[in-house]
Nanobody
Framework: QVQLVESGGGLVQPGGSLRLSCAASGSFFNINAMGWYRQAPGKQRESVAAITAGGATNYAESVKGRFTTSRDNAKNTVYLQMNSLKPEDTAVYYC?????????????????WGQGTQVTVSS
């Protein structure tokens, strides 16, 4: 099994910055894509940013130019640097990882989620 532990959320004023971290631990063969999602009250969970094992990134239009995701494969950790935060960025942010396992001669991939961290942008 794999555990994803997020940190770095909190309260910040509009225009401010926060950096989220998500560290994966447990038993696995490899971690493929990692990503960040968010869910605001009364809304569906949406994708914010994603990064492949090779470092290719993808962002939601609403965060392009403000958010940057990166990863440290040696530490099995993904980051989300959030700048120029807006009140509409307020949400619970979740980390996701597509993890590859090897068991009994077979590879298979399983998706894991972190517990979520609250980000509140307010004056």
């Amino acid at each position: 099994q794999v555990q994803l532990v997020e940190s770095g959320g909190g309260l910040v004023q509009p225009g401010g910055s926060l950096r989220l971290s998500c560290a994966a631990s447990g038993s696995f063969f490899n971690i493929n894509a990692m990503g960040w999602y968010r869910q605001a009250p009364g809304k569906q969970r949406e994708s914010v940013a994603a990064i492949t094992a090779g470092g290719a990134t993808n962002y939601a239009e609403s965060v392009k130019g403000r958010f940057t995701t990166s990863r440290d494969n040696a530490k099995n950790t993904v980051y989300l640097q959030m700048n120029s935060l807006k009140p509409e960025d307020t949400a619970v942010y979740y980390c996701n990882a597509e993890v590859q396992h090897y068991t009994g001669g077979l590879y298979y991939t399983k998706s894991y989620w972190g517990q979520g961290t609250q980000v509140t942008v307010s004056s």
